[in-house]
């Protein structure tokens, strides 16, 4: 059940330069979210940011929720100097939570900040799956929750663009789908920039039996399916929502141009 | 709280306004406590709305482009009306045509007993290929909410415009030709650039802009037609607060409709039916 609640900050610190991890006491939120959801927070409670934010759940534990977020605009500038002990309305869980797994063999490929709600997939999977986690970004610096993340997976290749840590070159170009189709795997969820997913999906195009899934993010008004603001279009041409449709939506199945702008 | 206007009882002024409330089949806890529920414009064929961006933010307000994304007439009575027959609270559905018989022939359509009444989408501003809002020509508002009258009995709820237009002239016209009320200010024109592509940033161009921005403008619009006409007002326009349905009803609004609010929290309405009663 969708809630609205007063959730307060237990920290926002900052990762990199302009990546921030925030841990939100969220009990009702919490209690229900599941992988792929993720919630609307205001930045602040005027109207100087009226829309409230989308951010993915990077990490969901008893009463606590986290999100991780890149400074890209004004509204996240603002968030990312919010304070513990200060309070921010979070509505949620919102989204289609992805089913459960079992027994599978999942590649987790993420750019960027698109990490974090893989971190969360990835801590759910862990217990009865295996995970193959390909993550890149342009610097170490921009690489995070490795750490984390390195106990949830069977593998993990890493990349940065200007070669400071890992291979050198974007994650895409280490994903071969030889070792997709060897080790059999079953799943594969992706979230980064847009560019990266149009190439994945194009990549992957020789091997239409693997279902490939995609977060996807847009500009959103309300996050709950009443305003439909925030669409993608299928192939065969039609919007779907991507906050109650979505986020995660096969790549077979939606235009990711129409996301261009 | 409660508000009765011709045929129609309203256990509180607060309505949920068009396009911020989906076509009334989620949050059935919020809808069911409110006077009404106004459903997203409905049209007689699928719409697919408008390229996104849809939405952007403004200084306390939000620039929307949805362009009246539908299901049509015919996929909303066999789809989702049945879904909203158990509603405990007044249902109107917006009817959005693009020609005096397209609105009749939904009117008509909409002769059912599950719903209360219709509001007449006379001021969409998302919409292609029109040059003018409906609105906006005395003339075409009365046509238009003459000719829906003829075809049915329902309460009627005309949704004029201040783009561009002195409403009184068009309210006027609207209950010359049998509206019960008349809904103001929905949103103003609106255009927002990205100064680095050099382009519009909504995907459908121009918007329609909404929220505490345009508060007072509203608020100014139903004082100036209560000072003259005696006819049931829906005010809207940035409605946030207790305090903001207040101003509405002191400036003359009898119902208020919360949009831009529902937005920013789906339980907005309870929040402030809340703060009403104590």
């Not at chain 2, 403008?217 to 946030?240: E, N, S, T």
């Amino acid at each position: 059940m969708i809630i609205t609640e007063k959730a307060q900050i237990i920290f926002n610190n900052s990762l990199s330069e302009e990546i921030y991890s925030m841990k939100l006491n969220s009990p009702h939120v919490a209690k229900q979210a599941k992988p792929g959801q993720f919630v609307m927070i205001r930045i602040t409670n005027d109207y100087s940011f009226i829309l409230p934010r989308p951010f993915a759940i990077a990490d969901c534990t008893k009463n606590m929720i986290r999100i991780v977020y890149r400074v890209v605009g004004k509204g996240t500038k603002v968030l990312s100097t919010r304070k513990p002990g200060e309070i921010l309305n979070v509505l949620g869980p919102l989204g289609k939570p992805i089913p459960k797994l079992k027994n599978k063999k999942v590649v987790l490929c993420a750019g960027g900040v698109g990490i974090a709600p893989l971190r969360f997939l990835a801590s759910k999977l862990a217990k009865n799956n295996e995970i193959f986690l390909y993550y890149g970004a342009k610097t170490k610096k921009e690489l995070i929750l490795v750490n984390e993340l390195k106990p949830l997976c069977r593998k993990m290749v890493l990349a940065t663009e200007d070669g400071s840590y890992g291979k050198k070159g974007v994650i895409l170009d280490f994903l071969s789908p030889d070792f997709l189709r060897n080790q059999k795997i079953n799943y594969i969820f992706a979230s980064g920039p847009l560019p990266m997913l149009k190439n994945l999906e194009l990549k992957l195009q020789i091997l239409p039996e693997i279902p490939v899934y995609g977060f996807l993010e847009a500009k959103m008004g309300c996050g709950c399916g009443l305003c439909y603001c925030c669409g993608v279009k299928t192939r065969e041409g039609k919007y779907l929502r991507i906050c109650t449709d979505g986020p995660v939506f096969s790549l077979k199945k939606v235009d990711l141009s129409s996301l261009n702008k | 709280m409660t508000v009765i206007i011709k045929n129609l009882t309203f256990k509180n002024p607060l309505l949920l306004a068009s396009g911020t409330f989906g076509l009334g089949d989620k949050f059935l806890g919020v809808i069911n406590k409110m006077g009404g529920i106004i459903t997203k414009g409905i049209t007689i064929e699928e719409r697919l709305g408008n390229p996104i961006p849809r939405i952007f933010e403004t200084p306390s307000g939000i620039l929307n482009s949805v362009g009246l994304e539908n299901p049509g007439i015919k996929k909303f009575k066999t789809t989702i009306l049945p879904k909203l027959t158990k509603l405990q609270t007044n249902l109107f559905i917006n009817i959005a045509g693009s020609s005096v018989d397209e609105f009749t022939i939904l009117a008509t359509e909409l002769d059912v007993p599950e719903i209360a009444g219709l509001e007449i989408n006379l001021s969409c501003p998302n919409i292609k290929n029109s040059q003018r809002l409906p609105a906006q020509n005395p003339r075409l508002v009365a046509k238009i909410v003459a000719a829906v009258r003829k075809k049915t009995s329902k309460f009627l709820i005309a949704k004029l415009t201040a783009n561009f237009i002195d409403p009184l002239i068009t309210a006027q016209a609207a209950v010359d030709n049998g509206a019960d009320a008349i809904s103001l200010i929905n949103t103003l024109y609106g255009i927002a650039f990205d100064v680095k592509t050099r382009k519009p940033i909504l995907g459908g161009i121009t918007g329609g802009l909404s929220g505490p921005a345009i508060k007072p403008f509203a608020l100014y619009c139903i004082w100036h037609i209560r000072q003259k006409l005696d006819v049931p007002i829906i005010g809207g326009g940035g409605i946030m607060t207790a305090n903001d349905v207040k101003e509405f009803l002191l400036a003359g609004a009898q119902l208020v409709a919360i949009g831009s609010g529902n937005l920013v929290d789906p339980f907005l309405g309870l929040k402030i039916l809340k703060e009403l009663e104590e």
